[in-house]
């Protein structure tokens, strides 16, 4: 008898023993911030804006450039969203139209489409605070700080398709490889830096911009695999219209990608082992002297219900 009621608690108590273990993990930390986060609801919203305003506003910048930095957007665009055949084709010809689109556009319109695209970038800050903790920046230069982001995100696909086109063979493919996450790396640092208002120290950032650039590498590999696929299928039950729900698909893809590397920042800044040492440096602290404290942590563990729950609201 009293055995049975030995191996009952044994039985018990372990999921609370595995629980207690998964708990440790870096990984598991990691997905509990993307469930704090409401990583549903912010990869949706991210998504979407970047469809809606980010998207457009590369192709009407583009169209101001010269024919060589376009190009080397086109280039870069392209190959990120592994477009192949007609979609690409048609991705060019979008590019293509310069003349129609600044006559179409024109300098207020190149303004407002700048402006409006700031909502993407608003939309990608509250993902950096919500993700560490951050209290919200209202009246701090959001809209000025977007356009900067916006300028070096430009900016870092330019030089991206630039090297790109004098690199040919495995060896400039695998130079290639080395100076995209380099630079990649280097964007998500500032980024992360920049859409926090500096508060956070430079050095704990950079684990966030390369997690963040190894994720999305990965995932436009991937991309060469499937995308193709999905563009031709979709056009050809929807047309045009079935190009536009490939790239929501890409974009909603790399919007989770964005979140993961956002919520692995603090994770790893935050650890107690090695890892978190490494990353802090001989500082304790994440934040710089005169930084705003940090946001409580949620009450209670949560769940994915509470994210489908957040969603549906």
Known sequence: MHAAHADAGANRDRPASVRTRLERLLLWRVWERLLEI??????IALAGKAFVSFFPLVIVV?????????????????????????????AREAFASTSDTREATGVLGLVLTIFFATSFTTALQRVYQRAWRRPPARGRGAYWRGAVWLVAQLGTMALLGAIRGTLDGPVGLATFAVVSIAATTGLWWFTSWWLLLGEVRPRVLIATGAATALLLLAYVLSATVWMPQIVSSNEEQFGVFGIALALVSWFSGAAICVLIGACAGPVLADDTGRVGTWIRGPADSTLTPGARPALAPPASALSLRDAFQNTAE
Do not use: C, K, Y
């Not at 409401?38 to 990869?43: A, C, G, K, M, T």
């Open 38 to 43: 409401e990583f549903l609801d912010r990869s």
């Open 62 to 90: 583009a169209a101001f450039m010269p024919d060589g930095v376009r190009t080397s957007i086109i280039t870069t665009v392209t190959h990120r969203l592994g477009m192949q055949g007609d979609a690409l084709r048609a």
